[in-house]
C-alpha cells in the first residue's frame, strides 16, 4: 500500500494483507458465530456495517500505521469481552446466545437511547 504511514511516518505502515485478514476473520465473526446479536438488523445493513468498520480501520492504518491498526482492533476487542462478558450477563442476558431475545433488544435500545 504505502511506504510508511501519512502522520506517524516513522512506524510500519498497514497492508493489504492486514486489511484482508480483518475482514476475513470479522466477516466469519460476524455473520457466522455472532450473527443472534444483529440478526434483527436486514443484511444489507449487516454487510455495510462490517465494510463501514473494516474501512475506518484501514483508515486508522494508512494514517497513523501497522501499530496503531492492531492496538485499534485490540480495544475492540477488549469492549467486546466486557460487553459480551460482564455486561450482558449483569443483566440477564447470555452474552454468547443474546437469549432472552426480548431482552436482549431493550437492553441495546437502553444502550443506544432509542426510546419507544
Not at 455486561?87 to 431475545?101: H, M, R, S, V
Request: charged share 15%.
Amino acid at each position: 500500500m504505502l511506504e510508511r504511514p501519512i502522520i506517524l511516518q516513522h512506524l510500519r505502515p498497514v497492508a493489504s494483507t492486514d486489511i484482508l485478514i480483518v475482514l476475513i476473520i470479522a466477516g466469519i465473526a460476524y455473520f457466522l458465530a455472532f450473527n443472534n446479536f444483529e440478526k434483527h438488523l436486514p443484511l444489507k445493513g449487516r454487510v455495510v456495517k462490517l465494510f463501514a468498520v473494516v474501512g475506518v480501520l484501514a483508515g486508522i492504518g494508512i494514517l497513523f500505521g501497522r501499530f496503531a491498526f492492531w492496538g485499534f482492533i485490540i480495544l475492540m476487542t477488549l469492549g467486546q469481552i466486557y460487553l459480551h462478558g460482564w455486561c450482558f450477563p449483569k443483566q440477564g442476558i447470555n452474552g454468547l446466545t443474546a437469549e432472552p431475545y426480548d431482552k436482549y433488544l431493550k437492553v441495546i435500545e437502553q444502550m443506544k437511547g432509542i426510546k419507544k
